[in-house]
């Protein structure tokens, strides 16, 4: 047994010297020589070859006779213009909607100095999808941007805890 260990042992290491030997005398480029020489200029371009643009192809415009349901279809008319219909969005009071938490809620915003508000202890950091409980090793460092009531409301919002 003891001489077959030796004989492959010398024959990987004659294998070794011999690649070694056959790379270093390689002068092979290592990159390709280019189909034409850059001495050669390039075949000018055909105007008859060059791709004219098409058309513009006309707009899909639905028939209006076609669409218009009939007049009983109809329950009740739309309006007209399109400024009846928006909904007018109330403007905040100026105060940051981040530090006062509605009631009932699973998560909120973290305060202007990044810290989670009263009554939110578990810290999340939604580009990883992980949470920090109270007591964690980077529970102190993290800055939040999401901050849950419990670890329960963070694992429904698909966040896995953190593991140290």
């Not at 030796?6 to 011999?18: E, H, I, M, P, S």
């Amino acid at each position: 047994m003891k001489r077959f260990v030796r004989f492959a042992f010398l024959a990987a290491a004659l294998a070794a010297v011999v690649s070694a030997v056959k790379s270093m005398r390689r002068t092979d480029d290592p990159l390709p020589t280019p189909a034409t020489s850059p001495s050669e200029p390039w075949p000018p371009l055909r105007a008859d070859a060059a791709p004219t643009p098409d058309a513009a192809p006309a707009p899909n415009t639905p028939d209006p006779a076609a669409e218009a349901p009939a007049a009983d279809d109809v329950a009740s008319p739309r309006p007209e213009s399109t400024d009846e219909a928006t909904v007018r969005v109330p403007e905040p009071d100026g105060v940051p909607v981040a530090a006062t938490p509605t009631q009932g809620a699973s998560w909120t915003e973290p305060t202007d100095d990044g810290e989670c508000p009263d009554g939110y202890p578990i810290k999340a950091k939604m580009s990883s999808k992980i949470f920090h409980a109270p007591g964690q090793l980077n529970y102190d460092r993290t800055t939040p941007d999401r901050c849950y009531v419990d670890a329960t409301a963070a694992e429904a919002d698909g966040l896995r805890a953190a593991k140290r």
